[in-house]
């Protein structure tokens, strides 16, 4: 039988991302933030996932204001990283997992998530980012990657609480699929900025660490937060936070928090990583 066994909730800071790319990780600027992720690509070495399920939102590479999904999920064999203007970043492509991609989108349609099912997409920051948080610079990714987009651009978007549903859902989905693998669920996004502007370089350092408690502390309150609230406390795109919720759905209500990391500023943002097992 297939389980989830943890997940991690990141950010995906595009700077993040240029920084690997330009070899700035251990300048004065970026060595704090970088030096807080080598514990996690320890995790990820010895934990061994076999797929990863990413949980990210799409910035107009594959999808644009003409067709947007609430919940699209990847089942192609590889996923190219797409160009968002200055050429696609220069890592390895994302394996997909199809056989499983294909299962989740049976069993969560019939658990009536309508679900986008995408055979073609190129993957942005969004997802890309995050590998390269979690697993540094290698020749190839170390497990096969589902990519599962949510719409968090364009009003209106899924609430916390329907992606926290979606991810008890992805739970028993997995538990569901045959093959004995391990699979980890990540959920990415935030945390508190905003980029545009009267409150442009908006952080809001206590939300984010209460977020970041709250994952294993009061997981009720997360889910019940409204979007006007993570608008006024989090910034216009703190909302990306709903995605995390997807991830901790996904695990046992009394999974535990393994390690996390907290820095301000990362591009005018604040960027959170969180690890938790399920015990």
């Given amino acids: 039988m297939a389980k989830v066994f943890a997940g991690i909730g990141t950010s995906h800071v595009p700077g993040i991302g240029a ?14 933030l970088f030096d807080g992720y080598e514990p996690v690509r320890e995790w990820m070495r010895h934990a061994d996932p076999d797929v990863a399920i990413i949980v990210y939102n799409d910035h107009a590479s594959a999808f644009s204001l003409e067709l947007i999904p609430t919940f699209a999920i990847g089942v192609a064999d590889s996923f190219q990283p797409a160009d968002e203007g200055y050429g696609p970043r220069k890592v390895p492509v994302v394996e997909g997992h199809p056989e499983l991609a294909w299962h989740l989108a049976e069993s969560l349609i019939f658990d009536e998530f309508d679900m986008t099912m995408v055979n073609e997409m190129p993957v942005d920051h969004g ?33 916390g609480n329907r992606c926290y549903q979606l991810g008890k859902a992805i739970r028993k989905a997995v538990e569901a699929f045959p093959q004995d693998i391990k699979v980890a669920v990540i959920g990415t996004g935030g945390m508190s900025h905003q980029l545009q502007g009267e409150r442009a370089g908006l952080v809001n350092p206590d939300f984010d660490i209460a ?16 979007h006007v609230d993570y608008l006024r406390e989090a910034g216009s ?23 996390r990391h907290f820095h301000v500023p990362a591009s005018n943002t604040a960027a959170g990583l969180i690890i938790l097992e399920n015990p």
């Fill in 211 to 226: 977020f970041l408690d709250d994952l294993t502390q009061n997981v009720e309150r997360l889910v019940n937060i409204p």
């Fill in 237 to 259: 795109e703190g909302a990306e936070l709903v995605m995390w919720m997807v991830m901790r759905g996904a695990l046992d209500d009394d999974a535990k928090e393994i390690y």
């Fill in 127 to 159: 997802l890309t980012v995050p590998l390269s948080i979690i697993c540094g610079q290698p020749s190839f990714w170390p497990c096969k990657v589902i990519p599962l987009a949510v719409n968090v651009i364009q009003y209106p978007s899924p609430t």
């Fill in 19 to 32: 920084a690997v790319d330009n070899k700035k990780t251990q300048t004065d600027y970026w060595k704090p």
